[in-house]
Structures are given as structure tokens and as C-alpha cells.
């Protein structure tokens, strides 16, 4: 195996006369930079930040850092409205930028809650790709000093019956109990619709909602020289690593390395220990800043706690513990094993801090130091594999004004109204219709799903499936709680993305203010196909000013949320889907209004036209 | 009427939290020397007729498209002697 | 002087604060138990939650049954401290053969959460004394391996002794065999139970409030004693 | 390294719902002639050290007291040659 260290590639780049050769080509340094997903431009752009060619495993870095999924790069300029539109809101305490929104519900509590999508992952492998999807969004809940108290999953699947519906659905809503449930959240809500649009890309989307006391939120920033950073939970193996292996070949012999599983495999135990022993150790003020770790790994993990905090951070690559022993560098940074967490500790606090962890049966490791430098170096049996500014991987990543433009069908597709269908022309056709309409999957009764969910766990649940909106109680004594609620109708979208993005967040607002419950605050998933579609970037575009401007005038911010892309087959792609969730607090949950009639004799007002 | 066994084993690659837990448990319960546990699934299949070339591939097509998951895990089919 | 009532922690334990809850509504002290320590510190009876405890890996409740505090609440349990294992609580009793029989995956294959109802066919036994022989009731019940079996000797036993102390009205969500949800020790003063009435406590949360006389039973018991 | 393999099988008389609904699905996915099937576990465990009778004597009880309930379950125990 040979190494490609720090100093290695300095000197390369002294020899080669790169910098007057014009643009870079493919094979100037021998990187395989495109089969990593970079542009030529966005590869140039590492040369010139670090001044010289990368290393395989910064390559590595920069790579899953600048990928769509991560950096956000075509979407960012889209989703600085929700800041710049953002109703002044006094109730929000951490906004957008964060591993999720946090909002102050009173007495001293604040809740933090957010949507992600796990879409991709659960098309290849639904059981796990949707339980990493609830393993995902839970860590990220934590890691802002929450305890997670509730899950929720809205879910689009193809036509209800193609065969590849039976496939996905089943372990969807399999991975989704079998994780959340042995996690011990409730379910207290979601969403289950049918259209042949998502055969191929059926959305998976998971919501988690965490409470904690003002004084417990967490960030996600590496401070104070000489704080150590603690890599805990589980082993890191050669999970979710795909485009990366390219380079981890390159650095073994002939034989090549074992084939590496794109497909990661969750394992809830091993989660639920995370969360009891990062609580407890929250709750002794034993942490600094921490981090969850998700897509990109360590690289994530790493980049974002330096580029947030102040000085610089070194990194011993070596000491993380492995599952796979032949991990080469560039893989362990990459690497996406689930349930691991990466902690900024004071040098007087990690005893204690591993003294919990061992109670949790949880592995602990210091793996690093913040230092007072800039850089963050990361080094590999004493070799310096990493010496890079952290922003430019975290947080200085390419940004795409992707052009956009409204599809020609779009002026056909409005014209179609509702008017030229055929209407029921007699009580027999009626009769057929209604009965279309009720025997409609997407309008059946959803418990043959969520039965498979349990609803009751941590006892605070006060309303779940089929309620328009969740509610849970988060304190026992004063009654107080919160209500969520998400909601997305693609084929509204399709036909005006502007106005569909507003309907989606007035129902789900609808819903919350239903129950009794008083709208805070936003968050969404927005699931898009391409966005080098010039089409599917104007859906996007249109959606997102939509729900910006909506949020506005209901004075609810947009905390934070997720964009997915890609969600398409070929040419073809998904509806335009932005799933949005209303989160909501009440004073006093034995005051809810749940849906149907509780009592004979009631009176039934209809508000609005 | 003869018995095939398809055994199926996650990947090696592939992490396997129970086989973890199970290792983990047994120092505690006095069995030491035990360095890696992997736990898999055992089907026994009772075939009606002769176990014959072309009964064995449809047994293999059965386990590679149903039986196993092979993105995730591998198998293997034979016949046990009764 | 408080009766006092241990709820164990195990590593992915879920429904150890719910139980907690159920005994301190119930008029008790609950006190929290963790699954490495021998002592079971004096308590008066012992509940063992709901959960994934040891993310029920190899079989529900096997990997807990060899927890240090299970060796301590053995013998108890043998010497009549009241044992109530809710859920995975009772498959940990099963696998510790202070009961007997099994809980295996539910016949259908899926987890399941639903309402219960359950009818109380035991009401001597140390959980079940505040409830009437024959009495009906309503519970959450949520498990993926739910199915009680025994060998049919095991099960005549347990009917000829009264031991099944509740069964599964209208539905068997299971498959367990005799639509046993329930059964106890010989002595009455273990018992294990499917369904989850620490999550029938309040009007609030839970569908209704009958899951509260297994944790007042208990209590009187104590009391009485 | 040496590794063992312990099988673990419900007893005949235990009803097996998974194998049940695996058998049930073979015939719908055109898999005909599978008179009956069971679902079991499979452990593979690497020992260190040689797996002499006395190693085996150890891994016979850990499979009699941990790795299967003897209650409903029945187990074999063997070395496999790699
Ligand atoms: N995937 C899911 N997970 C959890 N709850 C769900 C899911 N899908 C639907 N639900 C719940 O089932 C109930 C009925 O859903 P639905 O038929 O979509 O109602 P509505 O049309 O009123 O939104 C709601 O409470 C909803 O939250």
C-alpha cells in the first residue's frame, strides 16, 4: 500500500508546471477526481485552495463534502429565502445551519424537530434503507441535546399494485418499526400515498421530534485548544462508501480490495445505547460541541465541528476502532457506519465522559485535539494524510445557479381542468365513483401500517394515527405539549409548484391548529428529480419561494429540513414533492380536540367556504 | 423425500449487530476463546421427488431471488444425507 | 413506610420510565433498578418492562436473563417476591424458567400494536387481586413475538392449575397458543403478562385506565402482608 | 482459527410461522414441489486455539444454555473444515 501523504503531494505539484497549463484535465495528476463525482472546475478549485494537487484521502474529502447531497450546492441559493423571508419569530432559538431548528414552546422547554430523506438507500434496500433513515434523523435530534421523544414517516410508493410496490413497502414499513420502535420513540404520525411517479423513487422521509431544557442545546462546533475529540458507538466499517473505493483501490495491491457495501445496516441497540449515554453525559455538562455522524462519515463529522468552532483540529486516524481491519484511510473517512457520534470534550471531562460510555456498553476513543491553528490535519500512523482549511470542505463548497425554466407542458398541463372529465350522469355511476374513491389506496385506512407501529411507548403520547396531527405531552406536570403534523401533495405541486408548496404547509398548519395546538415553526423535505433539469430546477425554485413566502405570512419560520435530488428514472422524474411539517405548541394537552364526534348532540359548524 | 439446506449469511462486509451481541455475551457467561460470531439463517427445505440437477437449480434460483437478500447476504445450498 | 417497587433497566430497555409511572400512580415508590448491579436494594416486588432489551438479539430476553441482577431476583422470585415481566419482561422470565413455555415471533409475522382486550382469569394471583374472576379490561399490546407456546402437557397443566391468569378476547393478535396473554408461577407471585398496562394508566395517554389494578394489586398485597 | 457451527432448528412439534410463510410463498413465485419448510438459526463461531473435545464440550453447553431455548428448540453442533 502506498501512502499519499501531505508532503507527497507538495512536492508533486512543485515539479508538475500545472498552474500555467489552463484548465486541469483528468489524468494531469493521475486523480480520478470524475469517477468521485467532482467537475474539472470543481477540482481546479481544490488545487487552488490547497495549492498544490490533494491528497487521495482530502480528494476523498472534498469529494463527498462538494457532492449534491452534502454541500447543498444547487439548491443554496434557493433556500437563503427562508432566512431572508423569515417572519420575525421569537420563538426560534436555533435556526437553519444546524443539525436541526431548535424552538423555545415555554416554561423553559425547548423543542427541536426536522425532516430528512432517506429515499435512494431505501430503494436499494428498503429494510435498512429506511431504518438508517430513522438512525439518521434521531442522531441528528441528539446531537442538538434533545432526547428524541417522537418519530414520523411520510412515504410515497409507486402504483399499489406493481410488483415493485410489494417489494419496497413491505420492508419500508418494516425498517422504519423495526428501528424506531426498538429505538422505544412513538410513531405519531405520517403519510402513505400511491402514484406511479415514485415506481423507481418512492420517498422515504423521516421526521423526529426532541425535547430538552434551554440550557441543554448542543452545537455542532469544535472549541477551546487542546479539547479532545471523542469518536463514540459503534466500529467503523466499510459501509455506504461506494464512489470512494475507486481511490481506496488504487492505494492496495493487485488483489484489490474486499467489495465494499453501499448498503449499510443499522443496528437500533446499538443506537438506543448512544442515546441514554449521550444524555447522560449531556446532563453532567460534559460535552463542548458535538456531532452526529451521518452521509461523509468522519469527513462530515470532522470538517464541520473545526469549520464551525475556533482554531484548527488534529485528527490520529489510526486510533479509530474498526470493524474491518483492511480499511484504508481514504475509506475511514468516508465510511458511513451508522450509530456513531463525535464528541468535544474538556481534557478534565473524558474520564468521566468514557467512565458513562463504558456503563453504556458504548466504545469510546479520543481520536484527536482541537488545536489553535486553522487546519485541520489529519494524520495516519504519523504521516499527514489531510492539511486542509476546514471551511473550504464544510462550508465554502461550490454553489450552482443552476438555470431553470418553465417546462413547455406546463401551459397544456393547467389547461387540462378538472372540467373535461366525465361526471357520474346517473345514481348508478355515482354509486361506482364513490366506491372508486373509498376503495382508493390512497384514501383507505392506513392501519395495516401503522398497527405495525408502536404509538404508546415513553407514555406521553396524547394523539397519533389516524388524528390529523401528533401530539405528545413534555411535561407531566404543567401538561404541556406539542403537535406535528406533515403534509405534501405532488400532484398539486405538478401542476403550480408555487401554490402546491403553499397548500402542503396550510394543511399541515391546518392540521396542528386543529387540534388545539398553536403553529411555531417549518420544516421540510424537499424531493426533486434532477436539478440539472432546467424543468425540475424551475419546480424547485418555484416551491421554495412558495414556502417561503407562505411562511412568511403565517409568521412560522422555516428551521431547517432537507432537499433530495435525483429522485428519477432516466429522463422521467418524480413529482415535484416538497413534504413540509408544522410543529406547534398548547398550554395544556388535556385540552386537545381530537378528529370525530366524541358525544351525541354536538354541533357541527363548517368554518370557511 | 430428501432434505435440502440453504444456509444464508450476511455478507462479510456487511455489519451484523446480532452476531456482535451474541460474541459480546459470551465472556460474561463464562465461554472465553470465542474471537467472532456470525448468525445466519437455516432453512430446511423437504423436497417431494428426486433431488436431481435441475431440482437443485430451481432450489438455488429460489434462494438467490427469495430466500436471500443478495444485497446483503450470501448462501449456500446442499443436500443433507437423512 | 412507602412500599417500594423495583423497575429493572436493561441495555434497551423502553418501557422502564412508563412502569415507573404506572407504580408511582398506583401509590408506590418506584425504585429504578439497573441490570449490572447484584442488589435488588431492599424492594418489596420487582417489575421487569417492556423493550428490546439487548436489542432482543438472539431471542427476546435471552442475553438479559444472565444479567447480574437477574441472578439476585432469581432466588427472590423463588422465596415470593411478587415478579410482574410486562412484555419483554415476561419472555425474560420464560428464558429464566421462572416460567414456563416460550414466546416466539407472532404467527403473522409483523409487529403489532393495538388495543386488547383482555378477560382476567386469575384474580388470586400478587398482580391481579384488584381485579374480579372473569373481569374484562382493555390494554395496549404491542410485540413482535408475542406467541406463547408450551408443549401440550405444559399447557393442560397451566389451565388445570389456573395458571393462565388472562387471554385474548376477540382477536389473538399472535398466535399464542390457548390465547394465553398471561400466565403466573405456581405460588402467584410471578407473573407474566404480553400486553402493557403501564400504558393504561391514564385517561390521557392510554385507551383507558384498567392497566393501573395489576400495580394496586400488588400494593394491597404488600400492605395486607 | 477453527470455526464451529451450531444450527439451531425449532422442535418438530413447535409451530414455525416463518417457515410456514415461506412455504406458502414458494409456490406463488413458481417454486413447486416443497413439501414443507423450517426456518432455524445458524451460529458460525471462530475459535481460537484448537477445538479439541474439550473446546467442543464448551461450545455444546454455551449452545444448550444460551444459543437455543432447549424449551422449544433443538440444536446440533459441528466443526467445519475450511
Ligand atoms: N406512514 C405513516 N406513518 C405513521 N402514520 C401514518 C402514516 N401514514 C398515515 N399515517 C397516519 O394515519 C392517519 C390517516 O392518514 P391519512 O389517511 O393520510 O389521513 P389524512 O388524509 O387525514 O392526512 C393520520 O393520523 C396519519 O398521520
Request: with cysteine; charged share 25%.
Amino acid at each position: 500500500m502506498t501512502l499519499d501523504t501531505v508532503d507527497k503531494a507538495k512536492d508533486d505539484s512543485k515539479d508538475g508546471a500545472w498552474l500555467q497549463d489552463g484548465p486541469v484535465g483528468a489524468h494531469t495528476f493521475g486523480q480520478p477526481y470524475a469517477e468521485l463525482g467532482l467537475k474539472d472546475d470543481e477540482y481546479q478549485r481544490i488545487v487552488t485552495i490547497l495549492d498544490r494537487r490533494p491528497t487521495s484521502s482530502e480528494l476523498a474529502m472534498y469529494s463527498v463534502m462538494w457532492s449534491e447531497h452534502c454541500s447543498y450546492k444547487s439548491s443554496k441559493v434557493h433556500l437563503r429565502q427562508f432566512g431572508e423571508k423569515a417572519p420575525a419569530s421569537d420563538a426560534m432559538l436555533v435556526g437553519i445551519g444546524e443539525n436541526a431548528g431548535v424552538v423555545d414552546v415555554g416554561q423553559g422547554y425547548a423543542v427541536t424537530f426536522k425532516v430528512e430523506s432517506h429515499n435512494h438507500p431505501s430503494y436499494v434496500e428498503p429494510y435498512q434503507g429506511a431504518a438508517t433513515g430513522i438512525g439518521g434523523i434521531v442522531r441528528d435530534i441528539l446531537a442538538m441535546g434533545a432526547r428524541p421523544v417522537a418519530v414520523m414517516d411520510p412515504l410515497r410508493f409507486g402504483a399499489a399494485d406493481h410488483p415493485d410496490t410489494r417489494r419496497v413497502l413491505p420492508g419500508v414499513v418494516a425498517g422504519i418499526g423495526g428501528y424506531g420502535n426498538c429505538l422505544g420513540l412513538p410513531n405519531i404520525g405520517g403519510e402513505v400515498v400511491f402514484d406511479p411517479c415514485y415506481q423507481g423513487n418512492p420517498l422515504v422521509n423521516a421526521l423526529c421530534v426532541g425535547v430538552m431544557k434551554h440550557e441543554d442545546i448542543h452545537l455542532a462546533k469544535a472549541s477551546g485548544t487542546g479539547n479532545l475529540v471523542i469518536l463514540y458507538g459503534a466500529r467503523t466499517g466499510g459501509d455506504g462508501i461506494g464512489g470512494v473505493s475507486v481511490l481506496a483501490s488504487e492505494t492496495f495491491d493487485a488483489d484489490g480490495p474486499a467489495k465494499r457495501p453501499a448498503v449499510q445496516v443499522g443496528d437500533p441497540f446499538q443506537e438506543k445505547l448512544l442515546i441514554e449515554c449521550t444524555l447522560e453525559v449531556f446532563a453532567e455538562d460534559l460535552v463542548t460541541g458535538i456531532q452526529d455522524l451521518g452521509g461523509a462519515g468522519l469527513s462530515c463529522a470532522t470538517s464541520e465541528l473545526a469549520s464551525a468552532g475556533s482554531g484548527g483540529m488534529r485528527v490520529d486516524l489510526d486510533k479509530v476502532p474498526l470493524r474491518d481491519a483492511t480499511l484504508a484511510p481514504e475509506e475511514i473517512l468516508m465510511s458511513e457506519s451508522q450509530e456513531r457520534m463525535c464528541a468535544i470534550v474538556e481534557p478534565a471531562k473524558v474520564e468521566r465522559f468514557l467512565e458513562i460510555c463504558a456503563k453504556w456498553d458504548v466504545i469510546a476513543t479520543v481520536i484527536g485535539e482541537v488545536t489553535d491553528g486553522d487546519r485541520l490535519e489529519i494524520f495516519w500512523h504519523d504521516e499527514q494524510i489531510v492539511d486542509v482549511p476546514p471551511r473550504t470542505v464544510a462550508h465554502e463548497g461550490p454553489v450552482y445557479e443552476r438555470p431553470f425554466a418553465r417546462p413547455d407542458w406546463q401551459d397544456a398541463l393547467q389547461a387540462d381542468g378538472a372540467e373535461s372529465l366525465p361526471r357520474p350522469a346517473n345514481a348508478e355511476e355515482l354509486r361506482a365513483t364513490l366506491l372508486r374513491v373509498v376503495g382508493s389506496p390512497n384514501l383507505a385506512d392506513k392501519s395495516w401500517i401503522t398497527d405495525q407501529y408502536d404509538r404508546y411507548v415513553l407514555g406521553n403520547t396524547v394523539l397519533a394515527q389516524p388524528e390529523d396531527a401528533g401530539m405528545v405531552r413534555v411535561d407531566e406536570d404543567t401538561n404541556l405539549g406539542v403537535a406535528v403534523s406533515t403534509d405534501g401533495n405532488g400532484r398539486f405541486c405538478k401542476l403550480d409548484p408555487y401554490a402546491g408548496a403553499q397548500l402542503a404547509l396550510a394543511e399541515a398548519y391546518r392540521n396542528v391548529a386543529t387540534t388545539g395546538a398553536r403553529p411555531l415553526a417549518v420544516t421540510d423535505c424537499l424531493n426533486f428529480g434532477s436539478p440539472e433539469d432546467p424543468g425540475v430546477m424551475w419546480q424547485f425554485a418555484e416551491a421554495t419561494k412558495g414556502l417561503a413566502d407562505a411562511c412568511q405570512v403565517l409568521g412560522t419560520p422555516v428551521t431547517g429540513g432537507n432537499v433530495s435530488f435525483y429522485n428519477q428514472t432516466g429522463e422521467v422524474a418524480i413529482h415535484p414533492t416538497p413534504v413540509v411539517g408544522v410543529l406547534g405548541v398548547i398550554d395544556d394537552v388535556t385540552r386537545r380536540t381530537p378528529i370525530g364526534f366524541r358525544e351525541e348532540g354536538q354541533i357541527i359548524l363548517l368554518l370557511g367556504d | 423425500m430428501a432434505r435440502v439446506v440453504v444456509d444464508v449469511m450476511l455478507k462479510p462486509e456487511i455489519l451484523d449487530p446480532q452476531g456482535q451481541a451474541v460474541q459480546r455475551a459470551l465472556p460474561r457467561l463464562g465461554f472465553a476463546g470465542i474471537s467472532d460470531v456470525r448468525q445466519g439463517k437455516r432453512f430446511e427445505l423437504e423436497v417431494e421427488g428426486p433431488v436431481d440437477d435441475a431440482a437443485l437449480a430451481r432450489i438455488r434460483e429460489a434462494a438467490e431471488t427469495f430466500l436471500a437478500n443478495t444485497v446483503i447476504e450470501d448462501f449456500t445450498v446442499r443436500v443433507e444425507d437423512q | 413506610m412507602t412500599t417500594r417497587i423495583g423497575v429493572v433497566t436493561f441495555p434497551g430497555s423502553l418501557d422502564d420510565r412508563d412502569a415507573q409511572r404506572a407504580v408511582r400512580l398506583a401509590g408506590a415508590e418506584p425504585v429504578a433498578l439497573w441490570h449490572g448491579d447484584k442488589d435488588l436494594r431492599g424492594v418489596d416486588g420487582v417489575v421487569l418492562p417492556g423493550g428490546f432489551s439487548y436489542g432482543d438479539y438472539l431471542r427476546c430476553g435471552a442475553i438479559a436473563r444472565f444479567s447480574p441482577v437477574m441472578e439476585a431476583l432469581i432466588a427472590e422470585a423463588k422465596a415470593g417476591l411478587p415478579v410482574l415481566g410486562i412484555c419483554n419482561g415476561f419472555q425474560i422470565l420464560c428464558e429464566s424458567h421462572l416460567l414456563p413455555g416460550a414466546l416466539t415471533r407472532n404467527d403473522h409475522l409483523h409487529f403489532i400494536c393495538r388495543d386488547q382486550k383482555l378477560r382476567i382469569e386469575n384474580a388470586d394471583t400478587a398482580w391481579t387481586g384488584d381485579f374480579a374472576q372473569g373481569q374484562e379490561i382493555v390494554v395496549p399490546l404491542k410485540n413482535g413475538e408475542g406467541g406463547y407456546v408450551a408443549d401440550e402437557r405444559t399447557l393442560d397443566m397451566l389451565e388445570a392449575e389456573g395458571r393462565v391468569i388472562a387471554r385474548y378476547l376477540d382477536v389473538n393478535p399472535n398466535g399464542s397458543r390457548r390465547d394465553i396473554a398471561g400466565i403466573t408461577n405456581e405460588a402467584g407471585n410471578v407473573v407474566g403478562l404480553m400486553p402493557h398496562p403501564e400504558h393504561a394508566v391514564e385517561p390521557l395517554t392510554g385507551p383507558t385506565t384498567d392497566g393501573l389494578g395489576f400495580f394496586t394489586s400488588v400494593l394491597k398485597k404488600l400492605v395486607d402482608a
